[in-house]
């Protein structure tokens, strides 16, 4: 009877499951969009039909599969799949899941996927806890995060799994996975005969932008939303799709990989002297909830590291952007923000005073504490006078202003000076006329 009560459960359990968990794929034959992942002939792909699983990190944005492959991943293979998620589990919990492993293997010849969810929670010494087990085949890991392994999971760990890109979905796997869930009766609404006018499904399509998951959940939000009519169809319309996507959230994490992708676009926006895109990928950031102090604080650096001296006042109106965004505040200093990203892209480019710093500074580190030329030191007393300080020497050829062993050095490479390496980036027109 408890048998059962369990299967009758659990039979109710998945009908009351989200849409999107029911649609899973079960098959990698199902798993659409990501055929340079797993498609047929991929490494993966073969390494999965011959039951040879290595380990593994998926690296992609949520809503491409990750949890899904990993569970095909061990129904491919005649492993027990582990999962735990690395925001609420520990040292302890893999602990765990190792004894249990190595019983498995002894007893039953069984091999272990462990699925960690979220890899980039755990920290360096968490994750160097895997290392071992996974060197002498205890665990086959199969990682999952939305940041970039290079920075987020340690070398040791790195170099002894193959990293997997998964891409968001294109528009015709998107349809594909629409389609599936609107005709599926067991798993999907094919009962409730739900239909899509073309502007809703567009903006199904639009608002999903590459996550499986999103249009999961808002075509079962729009269903449930939408009442049957007469004959029993259930017609979602433009309005009650638009009404389900009020406001789609943009993909953006401060602390995250797509922070620095989208403020880097910003960056050379503004070094191609592109306004356009420069304006574009500064109001991603405003409207994902990035600080204006940030934006205009990378404004400043860029008005001296890559104007500079083309335009000495670019960097005047850099900080008087900086000033209004503390003094103004959100939402009225975008429209400072967007005059001095404006500015800065439309302006002539010159590193050479920048490069010229990294040059002088090299030399410093290089070299020991030089001694100051003679003429060039304090003499506040008739004896230091005397001894020579303040006084013209002479030195031959050479910068008389630099130490003795730095005489011939040149650091400032004037735009078109013989042995000069700097390059002018950018626009080379005059700069803009204040409005």
């Not at 449930?224 to 169809?233: I, N, Q, V």
Request: overall charge neutral; hydrophobic content about 40%.
């Amino acid at each position: 009877m408890a048998d059962l009560f369990t299967e009758q459960f659990d039979r109710e359990r998945a009908r009351d499951a989200p849409l999107a968990d029911r649609m899973r794929p079960a098959t990698l034959d199902e798993f659409f969009g990501q055929e340079s992942a797993v498609g047929p002939g991929t490494v993966l792909r073969r390494a999965l039909e011959q039951d040879e699983l290595f380990s593994i990190i998926l690296w992609g944005p949520p809503g491409t599969g990750k949890t899904t492959l990993a569970r095909l991943c061990a129904a491919a293979t005649r492993s027990t799949f582990v999962q735990l998620s690395a925001v609420t589990s520990g040292k302890e919990d893999l602990r765990r899941v190792v004894q249990e492993a190595e019983q498995r293997r002894a007893y039953h010849q069984k091999r272990t996927i462990l699925f960690l969810d979220e890899i980039h929670r755990w920290n360096r010494a968490q994750q160097d806890g895997l290392l071992p087990h996974v060197e002498q085949g205890v665990l086959t890991l199969v990682g999952a995060t939305t940041e970039n392994p290079s920075f987020e999971v340690v070398g040791p760990l790195l170099s002894r799994s193959r990293i997997v890109v998964l891409e968001r979905l294109s528009e015709p796997a998107l349809e594909r996975i629409l389609d599936r869930a609107l005709t599926d009766i067991e798993r999907g609404l094919g009962e409730r005969r739900v239909e899509l006018a073309p502007e809703a499904r567009a903006l199904l399509i639009l608002a999903a932008n590459g996550d499986a998951r999103t249009l999961l959940n808002g075509l079962e939000i729009a269903a449930k939303a939408t009442p049957p009519s007469g004959d029993g169809r259930r017609l979602v319309d433009r309005r009650i799709m638009a009404d389900v996507f009020q406001r789609q959230a943009l993909r953006y994490d401060k602390s995250g990989e797509e922070h620095y992708n989208i403020i880097s676009a910003f960056i050379k926006s503004m070094r191609a002297s592109d306004p356009d895109a420069a304006l574009y990928w500064m109001m991603r950031m405003v409207e994902s909830g990035e600080d204006p102090l940030f934006i205009a604080r990378r404004m400043v650096i860029f008005a001296s590291e890559d104007v500079g001296v083309a335009d000495p006042g670019a960097l005047g109106l850099a900080v008087a952007c900086f000033k209004a965004c503390e003094v103004i505040g959100y939402p009225e200093c975008r429209i400072n923000l967007g005059h001095a990203a404006v500015y800065l892209a439309r302006a002539p480019k010159s590193r050479h005073a920048y490069e010229a710093i990294g040059r002088a500074q090299d030399d410093v580190r290089r070299t020991l504490n030089e001694p100051v030329p003679m003429h060039l030191r304090n003499a506040p007393t008739a004896l230091l006078a005397e001894l020579g300080y303040g006084t013209r020497q002479d030195h031959g050829q050479g910068n008389e202003n630099l130490p003795r062993t730095l005489a011939a050095k040149r650091y400032w490479l004037a735009p078109g000076a013989a042995g000069s390496t700097a390059r002018t980036p950018g626009s080379t027109e005059s700069a803009p006329a204040a409005e």
